[in-house]
């Protein structure tokens, strides 16, 4: 009998839902479009949308082939999901675009000698404590989202201990949450007399591979009957697990880099960095390996405001162009750019950036007198932009000695050909691969979880499942820096550094 496996990822942009047979090829694809919206000053998503857009995603997979083997749910990682004792949501749902914890982070960052970024569960945790928020005498379970919708379909409490790791810091020796920093936050909310500790909300930490329950009768009402109830379930896992696990970046000195809404780079580490740094994140891998992630809030957003302005200016002239074919004809028309863009210059910041200390973003161009103002120089300047906040964070990996030995790319930015790639060969001064797969990206990676929960061989780790597998002979294009591309990267790299108090005046002035 045929083996098929889904995997599901709740995206900052689409709800996704990738289905792939025993052979690992993709065989079905469906998916949701949402977005966050500003309310009360929070980047939030409703619960109602999650249950709409769930059920949209299967439901657009359109008749299946055959049974599913085993499935996952994959998510945005960090942000704030708190509930009481019967599971009732208590605060609004708070994503990772927020940046409204720098007081908890900053405490906590010094109390557990551990960076702890603003988008850390424990931070939205311990801020709300601070600010003296209500609903926090009543919490009894926190979770991300990939967690909750596991557990409305699952009922078990559980993550992948990737997913885990951006809630709170994990030791690498027991693969669970730090014991002695778990001590060191009760310490810290003794005196407010919580009836609960650290320990007793957090979602118990799994290993990919592990067993995480199946759907249940309530899981399967809650998708509208879409899947028999009985599908076994892998652990939950976060994005850049997930993105991690589809481009075969799981092993010491691989990296990836994601990049969509927002861009994030992962580089599995082969010993730890040598002290703290506020722009590095330490997470870990599916299967428990420490991971240095540089992670910015800010990647195709306001590329994707500019195109479909363009787009809405062509159709002044009566042009009909399909969203696919505009993004392609313009990242295209972006080669034939100066390298370094002439000195125009872009900030897409609409959020806020913790590698550069802004808590809110106000997207701006800036350009000389003399600049060439070029379309292609203000498309190239767009998409430099998207990945010029990372870099500040891998040159603090270089500065490490940290090594690379390849470095894969997927995510949207990816999808046109050579163009992303190119462009982040030439900012990371590192071959650039991208896969066949990479398009797809998080819900592929969950639905390969999946199906290592059922066909990974005794004592397989998940490294060698994937290398021996899955990618072994997967299609693949690798480009390595152009000189003359690094060398103008460089100089728009410097532009962009020294011209950061614009952004940031910007910011408080507007």
């Known amino acids: 009998m045929k083996q098929y496996y889904l995997g599901i990822e709740f995206g900052s942009t689409r709800i996704k839902a990738v289905l792939i047979d025993g052979e690992h090829r993709i065989v079905k694809s469906g998916d949701y479009t949402w977005k966050s919206s500003l309310e009360n000053g929070v980047w939030t998503y409703h619960m109602e949308d999650v249950q709409a857009g769930l059920r949209t995603a299967i439901r657009n997979l359109g008749e299946l082939p055959g049974a599913v083997s085993a499935m996952g749910i994959s998510g945005m990682m960090h942000g704030y999901l708190a509930f009481d004792k019967d599971w009732n949501l208590l605060a609004p749902f708070r994503t990772w675009q927020n940046t409204m914890t720098g007081e908890a982070a900053e405490q906590l960052t010094a109390e557990f000698g551990f960076n702890i970024p603003q988008r850390w569960s424990v931070a939205h945790l311990y801020q709300a404590v601070l600010n003296g928020e209500a609903h926090v005498r009543n919490i009894a379970h926190i979770t991300t989202l990939a967690g909750y919708v596991h557990y409305l379909l699952t009922g078990e409490n559980v993550l992948g201990v990737g997913e885990a790791s951006g809630m709170f810091p994990i030791d690498s020796e027991t693969l669970d949450y730090d014991a002695a920093m778990l001590d060191k936050f009760d310490a810290l909310t003794a005196k407010y007399g919580f009836a609960w500790t650290i320990r007793s909300v957090l979602p118990r930490v799994l290993t990919a591979g592990q067993a ?282 410097g532009w962009y550094r020294n011209a950061l108090a614009a952004e940031t005046a910007a910011v408080k002035a507007f």
């Open 212 to 493: 995480a329950g199946a759907l249940t009768q309530s899981g399967s009402a809650f998708v509208d009957g879409l899947l028999p109830a009985g599908i076994p379930f892998c652990p939950p896992e976060g994005d850049a697990g997930t993105g991690m696990t589809a481009t075969n970046a799981v092993a010491p000195r691989t990296g990836n880099v994601s990049a969509g809404t927002s861009i994030f780079a992962m580089v599995v580490l082969e010993k730890p960095l040598s002290k703290v740094y506020q722009e590095i994140d330490m997470v870990t891998t599916p299967s428990g390996k420490p991971v240095a992630m540089v992670h910015c809030n800010n990647c195709t957003n306001d590329m994707n405001a500019w195109v479909s302005l363009l787009g809405e200016t062509a159709k002044l002239f009566g042009a009909e162009v399909s969203t696919g074919e505009l993004f392609t004809k313009l990242y295209q028309k972006s080669l034939e750019g100066d390298a370094d863009c002439s000195g125009v210059l872009t900030y897409n910041y609409m959020a806020g950036e913790g590698i550069t200390h802004l808590d809110e973003g106000r997207p701006m161009v800036v350009r000389k007198p003399e600049s060439s103002f070029t379309l292609a120089n203000f498309l190239r300047s767009q998409l430099y932009a998207t990945m010029s906040t990372l870099k500040l964070g891998m040159d603090i990996l270089a500065e490490e000695h940290v090594a690379i030995d390849s470095l894969t790319g997927h995510g949207g930015l990816f999808k046109t050909p050579v163009v992303g790639q190119k462009y982040m060969a030439a900012a990371c001064r590192a071959p650039v691969t991208c896969m066949e797969s990479a398009g797809e990206g998080g819900p592929y990676g969950m639905a390969l979880l999946a199906s290592y929960l059922v066909q990974k061989q005794a004592g397989q780790t998940l490294e060698q499942y994937l290398e021996t597998e899955i990618f072994a002979d997967v299609k693949r294009t690798t480009l390595a820096p152009d000189p003359e591309d690094a060398a103008g990267f460089d100089r728009y790299l």
